[in-house]
């Protein structure tokens, strides 16, 4: 790898990576797995590296262009004469962008959570909330719109996740004064993700 290469264009990987992942998950009719585990494994490693607050607001951006660079990379891929290769809607792939965007949110709360002594993770979690609320509007709103029999199970659990990480991000920030330096009990309550966190598209784990 070399700087400059496409390889370390993070909206390349990531475009591409996710939808695959999207198709490999559908093509398995896998439920369990990680949706998160680009973010996780690929993007916040090297050499990336990136924090988890920059990872949720380059996810939001991923997810409101999601029907314009799909477009583009199906135009790209290959011929499939064999025809098994599944095929992605742009709603599959809203939704599939939604898991991995409330995961991920979930999954900073947690990181959080763990570093209660670390007043800088707190911090920056309430800082950058109102743009996470604003990325979570997005979502809902997309979810409201999501049509067709076989997505209206999934919509709804992904509609009530919304509405779990919405709340738990407006107490934490009505609870916390200017320079708290103790997490506030709402944490100690926050909902465990529905996803699984930091494994690969076959289920591994990532610890």
């Not at 695959?20 to 490693?45: F, I, N, Q, Y």
């Not at 064999?82 to 995961?103: N, T």
């Not at 407006?170 to 709402?186: F, M, Q, T």
């Amino acid at each position: 790898l070399k700087p400059g290469s496409p390889l370390f264009d993070q909206t390349v990987v990531v475009t591409i990576l996710e939808y695959c992942s999207c198709m490999w998950l559908k093509a398995l009719g896998d439920a369990t797995s990680s949706r998160c585990w680009v973010a996780l494994r690929v993007l916040a490693e090297k050499p990336f590296q990136e924090p988890l607050p920059s990872l949720v607001k380059f996810y939001g951006a991923v997810f409101l262009h999601s029907n314009s660079w799909a477009a583009d990379l199906r135009k790209k891929l290959p011929s499939d004469s064999s025809g098994l290769r599944p095929s992605i809607s742009d709603q599959e792939l809203q939704l599939h962008l939604a898991e991995v965007l409330l995961a991920l949110v979930l999954h900073w709360i947690s990181e959080v959570k763990g570093h209660r002594a670390d007043d800088r993770g707190l911090t920056e979690l309430v800082k950058s909330w109102p743009s996470t609320q604003a990325i979570l509007a997005e979502v809902r709103t997309c979810l409201e719109k999501a049509v067709g029999e076989d997505s209206k199970a999934k919509t709804r659990e992904l509609l009530k996740e919304v509405e779990q990480v919405e709340t738990i991000g407006k107490e934490l920030c009505s609870r916390v004064p200017s320079g708290a330096s103790r997490l506030p009990d709402v944490l100690s309550s926050a909902p465990r993700p529905l996803l699984g966190q930091g494994s690969g598209p076959s289920g591994s784990s990532t610890a």
